[in-house]
């Protein structure tokens, strides 16, 4: 079992800039990869940025890429910085951890985001 708590939303301004967190623990030697998924109102969820947890590999959405970059540390924690930040950003975060390609199966509770213009 993984155990995932994400930290860090909040209300900004457009242009403005945040970091969200997301703690591992439990048995975070298992993980593959682990990924930050946002959720705007009524709409689905999408997979925003990945990095695989031993090898360091990074992946991005198209719509975020040259503003948030993905990183972990060697606590077992990941985190999103989101910089020039944008009303179509707002949305729930979570983070996810996955054991395989392909499939997450340990998901945060969800952190809110919300950008306003």
């Known amino acids: 079992q993984v155990q995932l708590v994400e930290s860090g939303g909040g209300l900004v301004q457009a242009g403005d800039s945040l970091r969200l967190s997301c703690a591992a623990s439990?048995?975070?030697?298992?993980?593959?990869?682990m990924a930050w998924f946002r959720q705007p109102p009524g709409k689905e969820r999408t997979r925003v940025a990945r990095i695989s947890w031993r090898g360091g590999y990074i992946n991005y959405a198209d719509s975020v890429k040259g503003r948030f970059t993905i990183s972990r540390d060697s606590a077992e924690r990941m985190y999103l910085q989101m910089n020039n930040l944008e009303p179509d950003d707002t949305a729930v975060y979570y983070c996810?951890?996955?054991?395989?390609?392909?499939?997450?199966?340990?998901w945060g509770q969800g952190t809110q985001v919300i950008v306003s213009s």
């Open positions: 439990g048995s975070t030697e298992d993980i593959y990869a």
């Open positions: 996810a951890a996955g054991l395989k390609v392909g499939s997450y199966e340990y």
